[in-house]
């Protein structure tokens, strides 16, 4: 439950400190002093749209403040999802507007998101205003008022994970037809491509050994008598390198007996002459093996010239992409003969997904009409005394033509407030003041079921006044014997059943005009049902009319 509230520079006020009770209290006031700006406060700190306009100066930010009592609420799985501290005892949440247009949210005085604090204050605060009477009419809200009476949200949550995992392979199914459809089609041309390359017979490093082959053949001639002058150059008898090594080595052997410094270049020049005559025989070997072949060149420009222009078909620059593409055509070929497979799998598991799917709507049907009678039957009980004796009221539990993500009911709450008078959707026959009786029957039913902590109704009594407005306070007294609940009200019916009793009111400076809040003392609080049983002016009448209003009221909340 909401304990206090604190705003300051929030459009007409400056400044506001406002502590609330449990049980059922009333917000009164004028038309005009400011109401509607008490519940803008509020919806600020409940995560809705910040305005800049909303600033009372506009040079100063505006803070809106609300200290809740979160004992009996298990809220501690939010707060260690979100990282926030938890107090067992209370919770702080607070929204600020800077001057610069953006706004900021805390919980607990750590900084969140506003989809945070939404998420948080959803939990703490119902505001019930007189708009959402029109959610009477939606069949969005229709279901989930039978789904929140039922209890079913882990049957709901089971349905919809099924349901899109059945979707998201329905999905699939349908990928693979499509691209089983386009595998089809290419499916010629594929093992076309695909025998071109097989018959090209492609190997790994093939390529490059084959362009360095002809490199060798196409300079054959030129090579072998390079290869004669270098034979000349190592092989000469007077000039050849191994002929004067070897006689410089034989030298030196001679010098080594006057010289042995001369030892030392021994080794190292018959290091250099092993060397030498191996390369020598190389060279010899190089000779005898080169030949010039003129078929062997031929074969090799062919076979070069397959892989050149197959790589300039596929656009591709080298023999491994090649290879590459051929394997990509193999396995888009094997993909496309496993098409029949896959699919046939994969439409066993749609059906038997299906399956599944619809035996847990069925279940969520079966729920949904125990829970449409029950609350037909309770609202109908509740609505009666509230001025519509002859009142009919159905919810209707609907096949659709197709599942959605909620299951496969069309919900519908039908309505008849006269005799003879058959059942009709309500939006097309109720008038405003039976929506909002049933909307309040209705918002007592489900804030029960959803054990919310506090739930504030705006002129939820607009078109009734009199023994039914009286009957709707009785309604709002009752639930608030277990949870906190406020009602903003002009009726003087409703506002003497309050247990705590809260007045708006305007006031005028030669600069300003500024809102205010306060709580009323006992005598205040006579005179302000005094007011609004007679208008304006007091008179002494009208203060006895408040006076026997509230003692009634206090006799009959004790026999209850």
Known sequence: MIKKLSVSNYTLIDELHIDFEPGFSVITGETGAGKSIILGALSLILGQRADLKSLRHSDEKAVIEGVFDIASYHLRDFFDENELDYDEGECILRREILPSGKSRAFINDTPVSVAQLKALGEQLIDIHSQHQNLLLADSRFQLRVVDTMAGDAALLADYREHYHRWRERLQAFARLQEENRTGREEEDYL?????????????????????????????????????????????????????LLNAALSRMKSLSRLYPEVDEWIGRLESDYIDLKDIATTVDRSQENLNIDPERLAWVENRLDTYYSLQQK?????????????????????????YDEELAALKRQV???????????????????????????????????LGMPHLQFEIEVAPRPQLDETGGDAIRFLFSANKNQPLQPVSEVASGGEISRLMLSLKA?????????????????????????????????????????????????????????????????????????????????????????????????ALDNARELLKRNELNDGKE
Request: glycine content about 4%; aromatic content about 2%.
């Open 191 to 243: 093992r076309y491509q695909l025998g071109q390359l097989d018959e090209a017979q492609l190997k790994e490093g093939e390529q490059e050994e084959l362009e360095g082959e002809l490199q060798t053949l196409q300079h054959a001639e030129e090579i072998k008598n390079e290869l004669a002058v270098l034979q000349a150059c190592l092989h000469g008898e007077e000039t050849g390198v191994v002929s």
């Open 351 to 385: 059906e038997e997904q299906e399956q599944q799917v619809r035996d847990l709507a069925a279940r969520l049907t079966e729920v949904r009409q125990q829970s449409a009678a029950g609350i037909s039957q309770t609202l109908t009980e509740r609505v009666k005394p």
């Open 445 to 541: 039913l489900v804030a029960h079921a959803m054990a919310l902590p506090t739930i504030i109704f705006d002129e939820v009594d607009t078109g009734v006044s009199g023994e039914i407005a009286d009957k709707m306070a009785r309604i709002m007294r009752e639930m608030a014997q277990c949870m906190q609940v406020i009602s903003i009200t002009h009726l003087p019916q409703v506002a003497a059943w309050g247990q705590t009793h809260y007045r708006v009111y305007k006031s005028d400076t030669d600069t300003a005009t500024a809102t205010h809040l306060v709580r009323l003392t006992d005598k205040q609080r006579v005179e302000e049902i005094a007011r609004m049983l007679s208008g304006s002016s007091l008179t002494a009448a």
């Open 314 to 338: 596929h656009r591709v620059s080298n023999a491994v992409e090649l290879l590459a593409l051929r394997d990509s055509f193999a396995e888009r070929l094997a993909r496309i003969e496993n």
